[in-house]
């Protein structure tokens, strides 16, 4: 049940918002501490999306291998 590839599409975009997210805030709180205001903000979003995606298509790119497999 724990391995069905519903659970590895929960867990694809979780990876996705958390990276997003997780990149937005260090690039947010990077413009609080040097006083850039929005621009590490922006470079943290982007990073974000560049890095989730390429991770995320990782992660289908295995999980379509392992249900090709059953």
Do not use: C, K
């Not at 990276?19 to 974000?48: K, M, N, Q």
């Amino acid at each position: 049940m724990w391995n069905s590839p519903a659970f590895g599409l929960v867990g694809i975009g979780s990876f996705l918002a958390t990276t997003i997210v997780g990149l937005t805030l260090v690039g947010h709180y990077l413009d609080g501490r040097f006083g850039t205001e929005p621009v590490l903000t922006l470079i943290g979003l982007v990073l974000g999306l560049m890095a989730g995606s390429y991770g995320a298509y990782r992660q289908l790119r295995e999980l379509l291998e392992r249900t090709r497999e059953r």
